[in-house]
């Protein structure tokens, strides 16, 4: 801040230092942010550092579903500058015209992140144009590596997902329990890759195929949930599940921790997988948008974001930022898969309203089984 002494004469210091240091106040109250994340999706120090380090005031809200988020940003006014819609959400957004694009000249720490991995996310976001990944995972196969091996042998293919799409296996595996997402977008996906057809696939004959495949199984699936199966692999209760892979770090890290004998395990299937990812976004209506992006280039410093992947138990696309991430993380393909796997991952896309049906439909004659 400019001092009043080189804007005055000694004789008029005391009376307009009062009106200077008022207008200075006032111009710090404006340099305010206001974001808008997910519950319990951010280290608490980082927030709080970038505010006392930048003089920027943080006002930090919280929703629990991606559909609170979207219904604030169609109104056209979210009253946010920063928002993180996951990837399907964040691609319906940007087509609906709510962001604005980021400007990349006021993004340095850009440099850091993982080509590869902005390649993948052009699916989302052509371009990479509007959204500033922040977390990613994927949908694979968690497991009980002793109930599963009593029951199939060591050779048991956990790494595949011949496990639960093969009747042989699935079968078997029944007797210790196999759960399931209850999500028609995550789990039909998997089962047209896994038929070697187009998981964003538009056309019914493929969701027939798909249709056909599930029932085969159903009778072997203990019940679909998308929270349930959390807990119950980490207290033995199933001994397999298609679910998000931080869950099962963080919940292989709660059996450990409640001492009662179960180990959780976890595989990236090498046909491949569905990738997920969540961004930080700047709705068009934000009104600050200049420390938005001191923020994002705050978050793309490779030293901020990997004690938040270390947190979070997520990694992140910033290349630079890994090698800092603790190897628990960091060394495990499973979690943070390599250059190599990358390759077999593919990013979901919604469908058109007419496919969209379609694919309900399907789900919900899988899970009547009929």
Not at 27 to 54: C, H, I, T
Not at 114 to 143: E, K
Not at 162 to 168: A, S, V
Request: glycine content about 6%; proline content about 7%.
């Amino acid at each position: 801040m400019t001092t009043i002494t080189h804007l005055l004469g000694a004789a008029l210091c005391g009376a307009i230092l009062l009106a200077t240091t008022a207008q200075a106040q006032t111009a710090e109250k404006q340099r305010e942010l206001r974001v808008y994340n997910w519950a319990d999706y951010m280290l608490p120090s980082v927030p709080k550092a970038f505010q006392e380090k930048s003089g920027i005031q943080l006002t930090w809200d919280v929703f629990d579903t991606n559909e609170a988020l979207e219904a604030k940003l169609l109104t056209g006014n979210s009253g946010y500058d920063l928002v993180v819609p996951t990837n399907t959400f964040l691609d319906t957004q940007i087509k609906a015209g709510v962001f604005q694009a980021l400007d990349k000249s006021k993004l340095p720490n850009w440099q850091h992140l993982d080509p590869g991995l902005l390649q993948l996310m052009t699916t989302n976001d052509p371009g990479n144009q509007f959204a500033v990944p922040y977390m990613y995972g994927t949908v694979l196969i968690g497991f009980n590596p002793a109930k599963v091996k009593a029951v199939l042998g060591e050779d048991a293919p956990v790494d595949s997902w011949d496990l639960i799409f093969k009747e042989e296996n699935i079968s078997k595996l029944k007797q210790c329990g196999v759960a399931m997402l209850d999500s028609p977008g995550d789990i039909l996906p998997i089962a047209l890759h896994y038929l070697g057809l187009d998981p964003n696939s538009s056309q019914a004959e493929d969701y027939d195929k798909a249709r056909e495949l599930m029932l085969k199984i159903r009778p072997y699936i203990a019940y679909f949930h998308s929270a349930k199966y959390m807990t119950d692999i980490a207290n033995g209760d199933i001994c397999v599940a298609i679910g998000y892979s931080g869950s099962f770090y963080q919940f292989a890290n709660r059996a450990k921790e409640a001492g009662n004998g179960v180990v959780v395990d976890w595989r990236l299937p090498k046909e491949g997988a569905p990738l997920w990812y969540d961004s930080f976004a700047i709705p068009k209506s934000a009104q600050n948008v200049d420390e938005a992006h001191a923020f994002l280039n705050n978050l793309l410093d490779p030293t901020v974001v990997a004690p938040i992947s270390d947190f979070l138990g997520y990694p992140n696309p910033n290349k630079d930022a890994m090698p800092l991430v603790g190897a628990a993380i960091r060394d495990n393909p499973n979690l943070t898969p390599t250059a190599e796997a990358q390759k077999t991952l593919y990013v979901l896309q919604p469908l058109p309203q007419k496919a969209e049906r379609i694919r309900t439909r399907a789900w919900t004659t899988i899970k009547s089984g009929t």
